[in-house]
């Protein structure tokens, strides 16, 4: 069933990136991508490298750290209630079929597309600054919520409103999400919303480059603001979280400005090799004096 | 945020020891407890009753915090290191009311494990579970009785419910779901595939745990051992009684299920025979003529006779899946390693936090070839309780006696290997083997055809299929879908309160279409219950007084239809309606601590009068208070 559903993500995936890159991208850089995605892919190798390190780090720990988080994490759910009360309730206004499965698909499908478009779209720029960016916020996004979860255990709404949220829970309404969303993701880990974070990332980036990409702006706003949405109204978030998720994007996408292009790989390398030198030269003086 | 209260504290300590000084003597302060209980992806029924009765309490001026823990996390807290006030979960219960003697028993109070939790200690309750253990025939029932109606009095925890037991099974694959329990492992042997090609019985379990763990002695691990019964063999399979469901109304029931012959309470496994030998005792113990000479034996620490010796006749050449051949060494192995796991190497005993109350009654083991020979401190029925425990290998177990080390983590005394150990892969000699497993996803168990149910000679259920699937579901309604759409040919977990009103209507829709259809709802009897436990080894919760009164202010029957949708019986005494005494039938209301309110809803003056008659005060905001 797992691999069924994964086909289907991936399917429904592919269609949206085909018709959002024919749309949005165009055809002209994409042709150019395919002849200069070496050299970009390059430039662009230490952040890739990063990300993917993140990524499984990222893997283990939420395995391993999970025991770790048991014995030493702090226990929030109750705080989040005390603070926000019943707001993720108000969301329920809304509630209706029509809307469980908007916002199902916004939350399971919907997010993987946002995540993996602009991943195309800013590689296929000549400029490789946005996609490197890109790629540092989503690594920052990763590590940090990790360190997060780790710390924090809070369940998220659905454990306290039971009853209230029968109606649109996720899980019940279409229980074979249950299996993509446990492959990724624990039922403790909810504070700061990855999910939130990773969609205002997305939109933040989108409105930076809204002048290359106008088309994709408008779609990545209304996309990420559905995904916020659907994360409380599905009853997998508290208000708190979608806020701090909204923070760390802010401070991903700042810090991913602050850090792209200060270093350069090759100088590091190249001090790191200098540095090695004259530490073997010291160790070779120091015995030969000792000898 | 942290290094400016370190400098605060810093810097206000000089002052603070003055005003301790002046405040040294302990506030009267409101009461505030927590209450632990599971979340609601680990037991969505525990967290909705938690919250309800949080509510109630909340409303009789007590502050309620509630924690919410994982499944594993929750057992850690309450069974091992007896960290809470007051919780809300599920006891795994029995068919039988001998599990109270382990589970109020002052002398397990410091244990781990369902051997009381609750820290409660009362030597006269002591001395009727004593009682209870040792009576035999009518004698036994009325201790029983007696045991059931001081836990009514006393409360030291508060039986809330027994929930009904609904599964869905296929038929078209295999058949024949209602000849044994499926809670248990013969609910999964003994099935009537429709063809031999048929070989994989695949189960939907929303449980993750046996994927992770599939240590026979690991409390965190286990409800009532379903996957690790498949391993690991017992002497002798307890018989549910012919009851039928727990569900149906009373009436329909068999006129009495108590039958102490043994054939009619333990049918043979690993044991192919076995006999009591009541001792005679003619200096008055239990049995004096009239039958009320147990009184003398009131006395706590008077050693226990002997009462008589089970002799068990070992089903010959089983072996473990590794090939060793199960002996009677291994049984008395086992017996042994239960009651300390650590075998006398150390100082420190680390009893089994399972199996606890089947072994006490054991006083010794002789074995003599394919015999065992135990001496027993209990009566008949109670001491057949040892018949229940899985059969360890001593070539491994054996090894795993040391105290647990993990690198720079303080272990706790008593933390056997034993206890801890996944034990992956679990070597029994059940008629199941391990094959492999993903962690939460699932556990295969191929079956073991050197088992002696699959012998010409033994006309006991085998497992007919070669192979067993256990794939592991979070949830109800995704455990359904999978039965539903061929994927799955049961739901070997009981199904979730809320889903079983959708799944019955599902059930009477498909049988007026047609009746060829494969699906079908099995409804099972059971022991297992939900409760509230104290942790009485802390004010308030020792004063059975407060606990009264907290017991007073749940409404079982209101919690049964909104958090069970009614698919629950709620219950004033912890086991099954055939050992429930008239004095505590459920009658619309508890007939020893009736709600104070009416429909769910709380008589705050009441309730107040109530916590002031049991002696506690109320400050002028409607707050109890309490000295701690």
């Not at chain 2, 309606?577 to 769910?600: K, M, V």
Request: hydrophobic share 40%; glycine share 6%; aromatic share 10%.
């Amino acid at each position: 069933m797992l691999t069924q559903l994964l086909l289907q993500v991936v399917v429904a995936v592919s269609i949206l990136l085909s018709v959002a890159l024919a749309g949005v991208v165009g055809r002209d850089r994409l042709s150019l991508l395919r002849e200069e995605w070496r050299s970009r892919l390059r430039t662009s190798a230490p952040a890739i490298a990063l990300l993917l390190a993140i990524l499984l780090l990222n893997r283990i720990m939420r395995q391993q750290g999970r025991s770790l988080s048991q014995d030493y994490g702090i226990h929030m759910t109750e705080v989040f209630y005390t603070i926000e009360g019943e707001f993720v309730l108000l969301f329920q206004a809304i509630a209706s079929p029509e809307a469980n499965t908007y916002f199902s698909i916004s939350y399971v499908y919907g997010y993987v597309f946002l995540l993996i478009f602009p991943v195309v779209a800013y590689a296929a720029r000549s400029k490789t600054i946005d996609f490197r960016r890109l790629l540092i916020a989503y690594s920052l996004n990763y590590a940090i919520g990790l360190v997060f979860y780790i710390l924090f255990i809070a369940y998220g709404p659905r454990n306290v409103f039971v009853e209230e949220l029968t109606q649109t829970m996720l899980y019940d309404n279409s229980p074979q999400y249950k299996y993509l969303t446990t492959e990724v993701n624990r039922n403790t880990n909810v504070f700061p919303s990855l999910h939130t974070s990773l969609s205002a990332t997305v939109a933040t980036f989108a409105y930076q480059t809204r002048s290359t990409y106008p088309r994709w702006f408008p779609i990545a706003v209304c996309l990420s603001i559905s995904i916020m949405i659907s994360t409380m109204y599905l009853g997998i978030h508290w208000g708190i979280d979608v806020l701090a998720g909204l923070a760390l994007a802010g401070f991903c996408v700042s810090l991913s400005t602050y850090l792209v292009d200060r270093w350069s790989l090759t100088a590091i390398l190249e001090q790191v090799r200098k540095r090695l030198h004259e530490y073997r030269d010291t160790v070779t003086t120091a015995s030969q004096e000792n000898s | 945020m942290l290094a400016a209260s370190v400098g605060l504290s810093v810097s206000t300590s000089g002052c603070l020891r003055h005003v301790r000084s002046i405040v040294n003597r302990n506030e009267v302060e409101q009461l505030s407890l927590t209450i632990t209980t599971l979340s609601a992806d680990g037991d969505r029924e525990s967290i909705q009753l938690a919250q309800d009765i949080g509510a109630t309490l909340e409303a009789a001026g007590i502050d309620i915090e509630i924690d919410m823990q994982s499944r594993e996390a929750f057992r850690r807290s309450i069974l091992i290191n007896h960290d809470f006030d007051i919780y809300v979960g599920r006891h795994p219960g029995d068919i039988r009311p001998d599990f109270l003697y382990e589970t109020l028993h002052s002398k397990f109070a410091d244990e781990s494990g369902w051997q009381n939790p609750f820290g409660f200690t009362n030597l006269t309750f002591d001395t009727y579970l004593e009682r209870q253990q040792r009576a035999g025939g009518e004698e036994r029932e009325q201790a029983v009785n007696q045991t059931l109606e001081a836990l009514a009095l006393e409360q030291p925890f508060v039986p809330i419910c027994v929930p009904h037991e609904f599964r869905l099974v296929r038929t078209d694959r295999f058949d024949g779901w209602k000849q044994g329990h499926l809670a248990t492992r013969m609910g999964y042997l003994g099935l009537d595939p429709p063809t031999t090609e048929e070989a994989v019985l695949r189960a939907a379990h929303t449980d993750s745990r046996p994927s992770q763990n599939l240590n026979p002695l690991a409390v965190e691990f286990r409800n009532r051992g379903l996957v690790t019964g498949l391993l690991y063999d017992s002497l002798a399979v307890p018989r549910w009684s012919e009851g039928g469901t727990d569900a149906g109304d009373s009436d329909d029931e068999e006129p009495n299920g108590i039958d102490e012959d043994g054939d009619r309470t333990y049918s043979p496994w690993l044991g192919a025979d076995w006999t009591w030998n009541e001792n005679e005792n003619e200096d008055g113990d239990e049995r004096t003529e009239n039958g009320s000479g147990i009184d003398t034996d009131l006395d706590p620490d008077a050693d226990l006779e002997p009462t008589g010796t089970l002799t068990v006749t070992l089903r010959e050449g089983c072996q473990f899946h590794d090939g060793h051949e199960l002996t009677a060494d291994d049984v008395a192995f086992t017996v042994d390693f239960l009651s300390d796991t650590t075998r006398d190497d150390n100082e420190f005993p680390a009893p089994s936090p399972r199996y606890r109350g089947h072994i006490d009654p054991i006083a010794d083991v002789t074995k003599q070839g394919n015999e065992l020979e135990f001496t027993c401190t209990a009566s008949e029925p109670v001491a057949k309780r040892v018949l229940e425990i899985p059969i360890l290998p001593a070539h491994i177990w054996g090894e795993r006696t040391e105290t647990a080390s993990i690198p720079a983590i303080t272990v706790a005394d008593g933390t056997t290997e034993a206890l801890i150990t996944d034990n992956l892969p679990p070597i029994g000699s059940g008629p199941f083997q391990f094959e492999n497993r993903t962690q939460r996803e699932f556990v295969t168990l191929e079956r073991f055809d050197e088992h002696f149910t699959r012998r010409e000679s033994v006309a006991l259920p085998e497992a007919s299929a070669e192979t067993l699937r256990i794939r592991i579901d979070p949830r109800s309604t995704s455990a359904i879908e999978l039965v539903e759409t061929d994927e799955a040919d049961v739901t070997s977990l009981a199904l979730e309160s809320y889903v079983v009103d959708d799944v019955l209507e599902a059930e009477s829709e498909r049988e007026q279409i047609s009746d060829s259809d494969p699906l079908e709802v099995i409804e099972s009897s059971t022991g297992s219950f939900y409760h509230l436990g104290f942790n009485a080894r802390t004010a308030p919760f020792s004063n059975p007084r407060f606990r009264r009164v907290i017991a007073r202010l749940i409404d079982k029957e209101q919690l049964v239809s909104d958090v069970f949708y009614g698919h629950a019986r709620p219950i004033a005494a912890p086991v099954t309606r055939e050992w429930t005494p008239d004095s505590l039938a459920w009658t619309g209301t508890d007939p020893e601590t009736p709600f104070l309110g009416t429909d769910g809803e709380l008589d705050v003056e009441a309730a107040r009068a109530a916590f002031e008659e049991a002696g506690f005060r109320y400050d002028d905001q409607g707050r109890l208070r309490v000295r701690y």
